[in-house]
């Protein structure tokens, strides 16, 4: 159940300032409103529709930015084109070893906003560049007579700092342009002849809170000098207390401000103490604050609780857009969304980041596989590629796979197929590729793109391709312009740099409907019931941050803003929010950590902590019931089809690896042996443990092929000593081709492998020295019949022994292990275990090759016993039955017994394939 809610009539301060203009001004042609931003100039209009019945001019309605830019004579120059403006002025301004752009790109941005915040704040350019350097001078003090190249280089950096600055603001003004700061600085200078130009007009300034010293300059001197107004936007209850800082600003104002000196400040009317709803609610994780807002918002929508079309929703984190849309219950159909989406969220954007990570990643081996393929399985890809005789891109990456290529280049993959080989160059480049050549065959791709999906009448696809298709004609006119992009690197720095300033506008009613927005775009609106998102430290406020090169104690002295007036902005916004607002939402992440914002914010303690606003409060934890789902294990019922399966399989063979699967796990049996699904085919990185053990084992069978049926002499084994490496070579060579055996984990593996054979063959010569050990069989194939009555059909036993031996007339039948094998797992002390307990599969194993080999050979007696490599200190461990080594014929019937059960049950109709739990 949601609190009880609040109903009474609300006048938002545009509505309110607007009828305060009406009734004191009468007419408003002649008079010029500067907002905030260009957002509170459309609900103004809007408000001015509403109040006003005659027809009449409408009166100019500006943001603050245009405001400016239009006293100035001066146009905003794009970020962009700052930064290559300014690495102009860098090449030809400061002396000494310089950064390529791709460096300096890096720490250029934090350069152009100090530039911007020294001219928006009036700041002496001479003092502050001066002082900068002396700093730099001091910190870098030595009693070393001279200096290292390094810290002449970077104190002639600093030196030139004033004049880089001169330098990149001239060649702006050249052009016309200006960056924010350099704009605001203009407009300054131009202020008497705009007053002189708008004498007949009157300036109504709505809605501010911080300012800028230019800004301030600009409205006092048209405040002074000409009948203009201000009207802020700003509680009593904040702006009289000395230290709530939402009304920190308002209070420098009060004190600094000439206008003020006579007159008092006015402020809005008193709204904030009055009843209001407001819910704290703590959400763990952001996708979970996502959910829990569609949850909210379904349940406001259901019990007519307030009005969605004049609900907000704020994101403290605009990360969160994404989730919240699918969050949005589709009930709610007229949605306004403010912000925009970002296009680095884009599917699109996916494949030009992989395409850009395959040319900034290249080494001389050529692409790592994975690159290539994860390339060639994106979706468009696979829209482009395919056709009505399949998918090129599929058969490619199949073929990296089967031929276990671990690197490619160009030639490579296009050699792999014959057909779209056009389709395959516009992604992969034999020739020396250029910044100019990869944006003109991306260019290419989008167009190819586009073809292959047209047939979709995919709406939203189209508009993807189209601003992709935008921005890289926009990074084709910089490369042309701008010389110094000369590197693939450079290039894709830059590409980020435009794609993060890039969004698709949603389509919808500004005015009408939910309004989803950011912060900063709240300012000077007003709405009954808010929801408000990520309110935690680091995001609400963003708290502290290192991101200029002026020092704090320089940003005091200088009047610069620190990160005290940047969380005084964030505090003014939120309470803001809450003045006028009946019903209040805030949500905020009880898990924090770096990247999704620290503890509730400082902002929701200090609402808490206000006893006049305390009986409104209501705080909860919301959560998700968290219940431990039950597996339910899979079964496959036996019907005809796969009893013929069975019938085949069995007539086949059945080998004793396959037969301790079903003991493992009936339905993985059924999956690998029955249906024969196997793995999905990977490119073999590093030595896989099934290639690793045919390795030894293929290594063993070759060493000792020459000593079948004759017995182990110490000498003949120590002469394979020096073998082995070359041995061991050509069966990576056979087993795992393009593979180079040179480094990383496969070097290990190789040594293992040596080490392993070469400890091997020292056990066997000290063996030798003791007893007499004959080899008879290498990689014996075994097999045997069961006909058994119950069946109706004949099943095949069969396998491959690695070896069977006699030592001083004892027969062995031996099995190597690459893996870790521990006597417990070859002792039996219950007939049953065999196959029931998977922990008794390498006994189970053993067994059925003793089984096997007396089906050929009958025996009255002889030993199973299992070389472990992993435990080869061990030396051979063998079988046991209460105690006993020896396997006889009454061993072999007790065990056939077992064996007998065990395939009856794998061929019964009436009992399924049921999954097991793996331990």
């Not at 009474?8 to 203009?21: A, D, I, K, N, R």
């Not at 800004?215 to 509680?235: A, C, P, R, V």
């Not at 309110?535 to 104690?553: A, T, W």
Request: aromatic share 12%; hydrophobic share 40%; net charge negative.
């Amino acid at each position: 159940m949601r609190g009880f809610f609040y109903f009474y009539p609300m006048q938002s301060f545009l509505e309110e300032t607007l009828l305060s203009v009406i009734k004191k001004e009468g007419s408003l042609e002649n008079l010029i409103f500067v907002l905030p931003s260009k957002r509170a100039g459309a609900f103004l209009r809007n408000s001015i529709s509403k109040h006003i019945d005659a027809t009449i001019f409408a009166p100019e309605i500006v943001s603050v930015e245009d405001f400016v830019e239009n006293i100035s004579g001066l146009a905003y120059a794009s970020t962009t084109q700052q930064l290559f403006e300014l690495y102009k002025a860098y090449v030809n301004v400061v002396q000494g070893e310089k950064d390529g752009f791709y460096a300096f790109s890096k720490w250029g941005n934090t350069l152009l906003q100090d530039f911007n915040e020294i001219d928006r704040y009036l700041v002496d350019t001479s003092k502050i560049f001066s002082h900068l350097n002396a700093i730099q001078e001091i910190n870098h003090w030595s009693l070393e007579k001279e200096h290292s190249a390094i810290i002449r280089n970077y104190i002639a950096f600093w030196d030139s700092l004033e004049a880089l600055y001169g330098s990149f603001n001239t060649s702006l003004m050249d052009k016309g342009l200006g960056h924010q700061g350099l704009v605001y600085r203009q407009a300054c200078a131009n202020l008497d002849p705009y007053i002189e130009d708008t004498k007949q007009s009157k300036h109504l300034f709505i809605g501010f809170n911080a300012l800028n010293t230019a800004e301030e300059l600009i409205i006092q001197t048209i405040l002074e000098k000409t009948n203009s107004e201000i009207y802020w936007d700003i509680d009593p209850y904040f702006y009289k207390d000395p230290v709530h800082d939402a009304g920190f600003f308002m209070r420098q104002f009060k004190s600094k401000w000439g206008l003020y000196k006579d007159k008092p400040l006015v402020s809005s009317t008193i709204q904030y103490q009055n009843p209001k709803l407001i819910e704290i609610t703590g959400v763990p994780k952001n996708v979970s604050q996502a959910k829990y807002v569609g949850g909210l918002l379904g349940d406001l929508q259901e019990n007519n609780s307030v009005q969605l079309a004049n609900t907000a929703i704020v994101l403290g984190d605009e990360s969160l857009l994404n989730p919240l849309i699918n969050a949005i219950p589709e009930s709610i159909s007229n949605i306004n969304i403010t912000m925009g989406f970002p296009l680095t969220q884009t599917p699109l954007e996916s494949l030009f980041s992989q395409m850009f990570d395959i040319y900034t990643r290249e080494d001389s081996q050529g692409w790592y596989y994975q690159q290539i393929t994860t390339l060639l399985n994106h979706p468009y890809l696979q829209i482009l590629f395919s056709g009505s005789d399949g998918n090129i891109a599929d058969v490619i990456c199949e073929q990296i796979k089967t031929k276990n290529w671990i690197y490619v280049d160009a030639a490579k993959i296009k050699s792999l197929v014959k057909d779209k080989s056009d389709y395959l160059g516009l992604l992969f480049f034999e020739d020396k590729l250029t910044p100019k050549l990869f944006l003109e065959q991306c260019l290419a791709l989008i167009l190819a793109i586009k073809e292959a999906i047209n047939s979709t009448e995919n709406g939203l696809e189209l508009e993807y391709l189209y601003r992709f298709h935008q921005l890289f004609n926009q990074l084709h006119e910089l490369v042309a312009t701008y010389p110094f992009i000369n590197d693939i690197q450079s290039l894709f720095g830059l590409y980020k740099e435009l794609l993060s300033k890039e969004t698709l506008d949603f389509k919808g009613e500004p005015l009408k409907g939910l309004q989803i927005m950011g912060m900063l775009e709240s300012r000077n609106l007003d709405f009954e019931t808010v929801i408000i998102t990520s309110v935690n430290e680091g995001i609400l406020p963003s708290g502290k941050s290192n991101n200029s090169f002026i020092p704090f104690d320089i940003k005091k002295m200088y009047g610069l803003p620190t990160y005290k007036e940047k969380d005084a902005v964030y505090t003014y916004h939120f309470y803001r929010l809450l003045q006028r607002a009946k019903n209040i939402y805030i949500v905020y992440n009880t898990e924090p950590d770096v990247l999704e914002g620290g503890e509730v914010s400082r902002l929701v303690r200090q609402l808490l902590a206000d006893e006049n606003m305390a009986k409104y409060i209501q705080q909860k934890i919301a959560y998700s019931a968290i219940k431990s789902p039950k597996k339910k294990m899979g079964s496959i019922t036996k019907d005809d089809h796969l009893l013929q399966l069975l019938k085949e399989k069995a007539s086949n063979g059945f080998s004793p690896t396959s037969l301790s699967n079903y003991i493992r796990n009936p339905l993985d049996f059924y999956k690998k042996n029955i249906l024969r699904i196997n793995d999905v085919e990977e490119v073999e990185e590093t030595v896989a443990a099934n290639t690793f053990g045919t390795i030894v084992h293929e290594t063993l069978d070759e060493l000792y092929a020459p000593f079948l049926n004759t017995f182990l002499e110490p000498e003949k084994l120590a002469k394979l000593v020096p073998a082995i490496e070359g041995v061991v070579k050509k069966h990576f060579a056979l087993n795992y081709a393009n593979v180079s055996l040179d480094q990383g984990k496969n070097l290990i593996a190789y040594h293992v492998v040596l080490k392993y054979v070469a400890t091997f063959i020292k056990l066997e010569i000290e063996a030798a020295k003791k007893y007499r050990i004959k080899i008879l069989g290498l990689e014996m194939a075994l097999s045997t019949t069961i006909n058994l009555p119950e069946l109706g059909f004949p099943v095949l036993i069969k396998g491959k022994l690695d070896r069977i031996d006699e030592v001083d007339g004892m027969l062995r039948v031996i099995d190597y292990k690459t893996g870790k094998v521990e006597q417990k797992n070859l002792n039996v002390t219950s007939w049953d275990d065999l196959i029931v307990n998977y922990d008794k599969s390498k006994a189970f194993q053993l067994l059925c090759y003793a089984y096997m080999f007396h089906k050929n050979t009958p025996i009255t007696n002889v030993e199973a016993g299992i070389f472990s490599f992993k435990n080869l200190k061990a030396g051979i461990l063998k079988f046991k039955n209460d105690k006993s080594t020896n396997i006889t014929a009454d061993t072999i019937a007790l065990f056939e017994k077992e064996l007998h059960a065990l395939v009856l049950e794998i061929c019964d109709p009436s009992i399924p394939f049921v999954e097991k739990e793996i331990k």
